[in-house]
């Protein structure tokens, strides 16, 4: 049989249709289907489909297929970003839990191996490649479940890493052996290792209801979040920027005199060439007059080429607007969206005919701390619609002081709810992860607002024109995550899955000692 052939006959054996079968589980378990337990499940399936001792071609396999079967249902929305960037990402992605497949421990420890080592690979997720793509990541499935706190205590990364522990432990080895065993290897033995997996996630979650949240300040903010409304499906290349504006307009209208102490508009809809002195600055500014409240808008900015016949780029901003009209606080986006706001490698895929003009310039990164300071004072953090998926930028907000987290957001150039669903569902992480409220505006959905439980409150639908209002208590103080970060959290899983493979190396010889032969009646 040739090496494409064995590689074939891995793919299509009865256990890679299991480990596809366990992977669309785990993708059922995501926004916007949300079935979450579902999540255990797979991942207790795709134990199964590994098995104790596969070889490593058999765990490559069945480790991608895992992965395919999750990723790229989960992901299907970039296809309306980039249809190839799409399958490449899916399909490297699912390479990575492959590779950590091969090189999870084999035998007893696996149930301790295996966990870490999937977790390391959506550790990596989050910094490479192109400062990290983690799109459709397991913790975003357990927002809606009762696990959630735990990213108050260690992020994602442990919240993923709990939940890989409890479905490889559900089906992995248990501390005693049933009858079934039995029945089939005279020779079975206890093993503890399934206890000592369940032992360690009990630790988490117990840990996860101790850890401080934050606590409220005594203040509040009456934030009131405008959605335009309009047609999905939409890019910015085609669409008229004034209509945005325009219906965003009509909404804010909406809004009494005194009602709000401030008014939220989504991510870039004002798209101008420089936006103090433009007429919508102006048409701004006479609505924060006559409500009495300022604005943080998301606006869109062009720069000029530095030399000439050079690319023009541009700025993806959020700004405050006084009512007499001055702007005076601005975020830059510093997280860019690849292939959407820019073009890797754009000199080299255009030579090989790829259609980068679809993208015809390339945002500008911010550098600043992620936070917006509003008249009187108050400090608001701000993640603008991409960076919702890096914990560590609501973390660089609560650093630098802010008292509740804004995301304004746009995800009307996608058809469907894939995208939007997680993005609520990375809201909710943020929140539960800082300890502070996170307001959610998009111009045609989802807009919301999330306590700093992760409770989400008075969600729009999918391009209606809305406008919704709520009191939202300022807070302070740090959680675990806050201090700590992801990079602990990583180093540990690390450092556990090296033990666990060096203690898997002379694991057999100390099983082979203890086990007793096989008992036989009859006479010899």
């Avoid at 337990?37 to 480790?63: D, K």
């Avoid at 007059?289 to 901003?317: K, M, Q, S």
């Amino acid at each position: 049989m040739t090496p494409t052939h064995r590689r074939l006959h891995r793919l299509t054996q009865p256990q890679g249709w299991i480990a596809l079968c366990a992977g669309f589980l785990v993708a059922l378990s995501l926004p916007p289907w949300g079935f979450w337990p579902l999540a255990f499940a797979g991942i207790a399936l795709f134990e199964v489909s590994l098995g104790e001792r596969p070889t490593r071609g058999e765990r490559a396999a069945r480790g991608w297929l895992f992965a395919a079967g999750w990723l790229f249902p989960g992901m299907a929305w970039m296809w309306f970003l980039t249809a190839p960037g799409y399958v490449v990402a899916a399909a490297m992605f699912a390479g990575l839990h492959a590779l950590a497949a091969v090189v999870s421990p084999i035998g007893p420890w696996r149930v301790i191996g295996r966990p870490l080592a999937h977790t390391l690979v959506e550790a990596l997720r989050l910094v490479f490649p192109f400062g990290g793509v983690p799109l459709a990541s397991l913790a975003i499935g357990q927002a809606g479940g009762p696990l959630l706190g735990v990213a108050r205590v260690g992020g994602v990364l442990l919240l993923t890493w709990l939940v890989f522990q409890i479905g490889f432990a559900l089906a992995g080895p248990s501390p005693f052996v049933p009858a079934m065993a039995r029945r089939r290897s005279a020779g079975a033995i206890s093993q503890p290792h399934g206890a000592i997996g369940f032992g360690a996630a009990a630790l988490v979650i117990a840990l996860a209801g101790l850890a401080p949240s934050g606590t409220d300040t005594g203040r509040s903010l009456r934030i009131t979040v405008v959605q335009g409304g309009g047609p999905q499906g939409t890019r910015a290349a085609v669409t008229d920027p004034r209509d945005v504006v325009e219906r965003h307009l009509d909404a804010t209208r909406l809004i009494l005199a005194g009602t709000a102490d401030l008014v939220l508009w989504p991510e870039n809809v004002i798209d101008v060439p420089t936006f103090l002195g433009s007429r919508e600055l102006d048409e701004i500014t006479a609505e924060a007059a006559r409500i009495g409240a300022p604005f943080a808008v998301g606006i869109t900015e062009d720069v000029p080429a530095d030399t000439p016949g050079g690319v023009e780029h541009f700025l993806n901003a959020q700004v405050v607007v006084t009512p007499s009209g001055d702007v005076v606080s601005r975020y830059e986006k510093i997280h860019r969206v690849p292939f959407g706001e820019y073009v890797p490698m754009r000199g080299l895929l255009e030579s090989l005919g790829a259609p980068v003009d679809q993208v015809p310039k390339d945002a500008i990164p911010g550098t600043g701390p992620a936070v917006l300071t509003l008249p009187g004072g108050t400090v608001v953090g701000v993640v603008i619609s991409w960076e919702v998926f890096f914990g560590e930028r609501a973390r660089d907000a609560a650093e630098h002081g802010a008292e509740l987290i804004l995301n304004p957001t746009n995800g009307s150039s996608y058809t469907g709810t894939i995208l939007q669903t997680q993005q609520v569902a990375s809201s909710r992480l943020r929140a539960t992860e800082t300890g502070r409220w996170v307001v959610q505006a998009s111009p045609t959905g989802f807009s919301g607002f999330i306590s700093a439980d992760g409770d989400v409150f008075q969600r729009t639908a999918v391009s209606e024109q809305a406008v919704i209002s709520q009191v939202v208590p300022l807070r302070h103080g740090t959680t675990w995550y806050t201090s700590l970060g992801d990079l602990p959290f990583a180093i540990l899983a690390a450092v556990a899955l090296f033990g666990a493979s060096a203690i898997a190396g002379n694991w057999p010889n100390r099983l082979r000692a203890r086990r007793r032969p096989p008992y036989t009646s009859g006479h010899r």
